[in-house]
T-cell receptor, first 114, second 117 residues
Framework: AQKVTQTQTSISVVEKTTVTMDCVYE???????LFWYKQTASGEIVFLIR??????ENATVGHYSLNFQKPKSSIGLIITATQIEDSAVYFC???????????FGTGTSLLVDP | GALVYQYPRRTICKSGTSMRMECQAV??????VAWYRQSPQKTFELIAL?????????EQNFTQEKFPISHPNLSFSSMTVLNAYLEDRGLYLC?????????????FGEGSRLIVV
């Protein structure tokens, strides 16, 4: 069974700074996908970025990037130049390559202050 | 880009009544649709996975009798919560992906919030 752990319950940063959110996972699968989503105040779940376990390069999309440390089963999310609109709850999730179930972490609430 | 629309966004229903929610994929073909429930405590539970031309697979603690799902084509799915009670409240999320193009990312809609009174 997979398990995803986000130990940071909430983070508060000042606008335009960089923030890192932690996520560790447990799996017996050799191939898997790791995702970060954010949930807005309205409840909408927005896909942000994905890391395929077989890729060594850290994924980057816009001002989101990942710090993938496979030996540590860790997939941190880095948001650079944060904006007030980045305030949301961020969920880390994983899915085995041959499976269908997406397992979510418990979320990290990010507040970006002006 | 891939978009998933869900409606209604919010429903208040009396205990024992039912709520139907719909999920529409735009810009891609939803060969696989997963229905999740997010509890008031923010944890996610997978209810069922529906793949076109395959039987719907329900997770433990969820049944077709309680959560019937329809997935008639590659852009639409619906789920009903029958005889809703307090323990059924939460945010119901539809996630869709296109298996045929090796779509490994699940795209979610805005969710349908069920409030039971």
């Amino acid at each position: 069974a997979q398990k995803v752990t986000q130990t940071q319950t909430s983070i508060s940063v000042v606008e335009k700074t960089t923030v890192t959110m932690d996520c560790v996972y447990e799996t017996r699968d050799s191939s898997y996908f790791l995702f970060w989503y954010k949930q807005t105040a309205s409840g909408e779940i927005v896909f942000l970025i994905r890391q395929d376990s077989y890729k060594k390069e850290n994924a980057t999309v816009g001002h989101y990037s990942l710090n993938f440390q496979k030996p540590k089963s860790s997939i941190g999310l880095i948001i650079t130049a944060t904006q007030i609109e980045d305030s949301a709850v961020y969920f880390c999730a994983m899915r085995p390559n041959m499976g269908y179930k997406l397992t979510f972490g418990t979320g990290t609430s990010l507040l970006v202050d002006p | 880009g891939a978009l998933v629309y869900q409606y209604p966004r919010r429903t208040i229903c009396k205990s024992g009544t039912s709520m139907r929610m719909e999920c529409q994929a735009v810009g891609f073909q939803a060969t696989s649709v997963a229905w999740y429930r997010q509890s008031p405590q923010k944890t996610f539970e997978l209810i069922a996975l529906s793949t076109v031309n395959s039987a719907i697979k329900y997770e433990q603690n969820f049944t077709q009798e309680k959560f019937p799902i329809s997935h008639p084509n590659l852009s639409f799915s619906s789920m009903t919560v029958l005889n809703a009670y307090l323990e059924d409240r939460g945010l119901y999320l539809c996630g869709a992906r296109d298996l045929r193009t090796s779509g490994n990312t699940l795209y979610f809609g805005e969710g349908s919030r069920l409030i039971v009174v």
